[in-house]
């Protein structure tokens, strides 16, 4: 997708995901053979639910339908969430990401695997799992020092529903 078309793209959607309560995450548009999607993921601090990808993808239809962003060629349009395996790369996703596990690639330690306990403006603070019995030890990481880093499914994890309740 052209950069101007991202652009436009942005500047037409990002006032309807921001309305409907969310962020605008990604849009991406593909092509195979003749046939183009349309991919906007939107994400929030308290997750998408399903109701209201279905209702915001109605919403972006009719204002694409009204414009001619996407040109004359038939098109599919998919709104959806990150994936939970989605790369964190911005404050917010790491801010989201506090109480989860996350694999980070750092700049030159290496790989390294912790929960995130709190994020500020200059980095996270994470604990670190014991190994072997071994008592969790607390570790700073500064957002410069981290190259990627993504969180790890827990599929024994509790979340926040669960926990309040």
């Given at each position: ?6 652009e ?5 959607l ?66 959806t ?23 980070f ?21 994470l ?15 500064a957002?410069?020092e ?20």
């Amino acid at each position: 997708m052209s950069t101007t078309q991202s652009e436009r793209l942005r500047g037409l959607l990002e006032p309807l995901v921001s309305a409907a309560g969310l962020d605008l995450e990604e849009i991406e548009v593909s092509r195979a053979g003749r046939r183009r999607t349309l991919r906007i993921v939107v994400d929030s601090d308290d997750g998408v639910e399903l109701d209201a990808c279905a209702d915001l993808s109605r919403v972006i239809s009719q204002k694409l339908d009204e414009t001619d962003a996407m040109g004359e060629d038939e098109y599919v349009l998919e709104v959806t969430s990150p994936g939970a395996d989605r790369p964190l790369t911005q404050h917010r996703h790491y801010v989201r990401a506090v109480g989860r596990l996350v694999r980070f690639q750092l700049h030159e330690d290496g790989e390294l695997v912790a929960r995130i306990l709190s994020a500020d403006d200059e980095g996270l603070d994470l604990e670190v799992p014991g190994v072997k019995g071994r008592k969790p030890t607390a570790r700073r990481v500064a957002f410069g020092e981290i190259a990627k880093a993504r969180v790890e499914i827990e599929f024994n994890r509790k979340d926040k529903k669960e926990e309040e309740a």
